[in-house]
């Protein structure tokens, strides 16, 4: 019993953890608390929804559709709101605020064009395969070979490309990193279309297993946060695990409660780390004054 | 008449609200999404006690310390955290106060909220139409109104100010930080706690829907958008994001509609100003 729920945890923890990267690198990055990524996740399924259901283009198409138009937003925002702020000097919290009022816009405009109901892809019982004791899915096998594929790829662009070197040599110090004549904005515009993808894969898949409504990126974000809190903030890697901790705490939580005190344990958590381990279990400890 | 005096008495309701907000955002620089919280812990803490049978004023003052109580919760975070890790941790705050105020069925009755909640009673005469809302809400709202004039004037008010600009010095100057932070959330969410229980027995009905995240981005964008760090600012933003649905159903959108529109607009709002009047229509205090 516990290896179906621990199977369980790791696969919505996959999820978790997609959304807690791509929230991270943009965070590490530029400081950007960027709530309008619950927005970015949304436009992803919807637009494969589009593609997929109303227009009937072939399917893989219409998932890559997707995840462009999640790139597409993800820019969108860089440009029109983040991009002036920056060269404005505005404050991080004036850039929190216009994300909010951006993560408002947009999911409103698509509740306008697609209606506030929830929206599913595939109806009927999806096939199954046992493996001993524990029934997975094929999306949930889907989900988590994709998930493992992105990583390692994520991983290997980070460590081994000059791209990757670069966009850590951001996270440090971006003053230094423009004075030795990188440019800078040409950055930004990579790490927001990496984060897009994220955005937009893993609101695909969450579309084909559950199906969507606008206001499933909000939910979704929090605990992509909380992964990254977890994991630890300061690196790019650290909410993978934050988000297979949360999911694999989240399911013990169903199997030993009931699903409706998920979201009370996953913000408890929070919450704790935020008080008594802000730096989360790998980041890097910073002093009380940078936090 | 008596729908000029329904929005009449939202606004006085939400003008409590937002007045309270600005005690933290605008005086304290604590950008905090957790106020729907409190406005929902308010609420159903003084609906519980009336449904009981027990007077609206017992009921109003209990649950008012209630809140003032519970706002440790958020005001301990808030002497260790800044920025936004801050508002992380009132996000948080928020969506566990909803999920059980959802959840915790035999208590609030969950999702089928609490029906027929009856109207205060002064001296054997019962509240019921919307005129005496108005006027028992603008009772309380200068009462409000005019405590936080007071407050602000005081020299608490003006420690709290100092904190907001410079942390250090005002600590250096030998004041207690901790200590003042956390009066200025009790009385912040204090004061959530009476509009909480205004809004159950006027509206008669409550359920966990009417306190949730949005809700309390709601807020935030009232005090954000009017201006915070003044008086004034607030109330112009509860005027103007209460009566502007109002205008649009007089521009004949369906309803299926009008909350997406306004809400694109109040979203578009935010943006525009950050951009070009980060202090709000007329506040004096620039999120930092």
Known sequence: MISQFLVNGIITGSIYALIGLGFALIYNTTHIFHIAYAGVYVVGSYAYYFFYRVLHLPVFLSLLLGIIFSVIVNLIIEFLIYRPAYKRKSSPMISLISSIGCYICIVNLIALLFGNEVKIIYSGIQPSYNFGSIIVTQIQVIQLVSFIFLLISYLLFMKKTSFGKLIMAFSNNPELLSSVGVNIFNLRIIIFIISGVFAGIASCLVATDIGMDPWGGMSLLLVGMVSLIVGGVGKFNTAALGGFLIGIIQSLVVWKTSAKWQDCITFLILIIFLLFKPEGILGTKRRFEEI | ?288
């Open chain 2, 1 to 288: 008449m008596n729908y000029v005096l329904h929005i009449l008495v939202m606004i006085l309701i939400y003008g409590i609200l937002t007045l309270s907000l600005n005690l933290l955002v605008g005086y304290g620089g604590l950008l905090s999404l957790s106020q729907a919280a409190f406005y929902g812990i308010g609420a159903y803490a003084s609906t519980l006690l009336i449904i009981k049978g027990v007077n609206f004023f017992p009921s109003l003052i209990f649950s008012i310390f209630l809140t003032s109580i519970l706002s440790f919760f958020i005001a301990y975070p808030s002497l260790r955290l800044k920025g936004d890790y801050f508002v992380l941790a009132t996000l948080g705050f928020q969506i566990i106060v909803f999920s059980i105020l959802y959840n915790w069925v035999s208590l609030t009755k969950g999702p089928y909220g609490i029906p027929g909640i009856p109207g205060p009673k002064i001296f054997n005469f019962e509240l019921s139409t919307p005129f005496h809302y108005f006027i028992f809400s603008g009772i309380f709202f200068l009462i409000v109104f005019l405590f936080f004039k007071k407050l602000y004037n005081s020299p608490y008010g003006r420690v709290l100010k100092s904190i907001r600009e410079d942390e250090i010095a005002a600590s250096s100057l030998g004041k207690d930080i901790p200590l003042i932070k956390i009066w200025a959330f009790a009385i912040s969410c204090g004061v959530c706690a009476i509009s909480g229980s205004l809004y159950a027995t006027y509206v008669t009905y409550i359920d966990p829907t009417s306190f949730t995240l949005d809700e309390s981005i709601f807020i935030a964008s009232i005090v954000i958008l009017g201006g915070s760090g003044n008086l004034k600012g607030p109330l112009i933003g509860v005027a103007f994001m209460i009566i502007l649905p109002e205008f649009l159903r007089f521009l004949g959108l369906p309803d299926t509609i009008a909350p997406n529109v306004r809400q694109i607009i109040y979203g578009l709002l935010l943006i525009i100003l950050m951009k070009y009047k980060p202090s709000g229509i007329i506040g004096e205090y620039n999120l930092q």
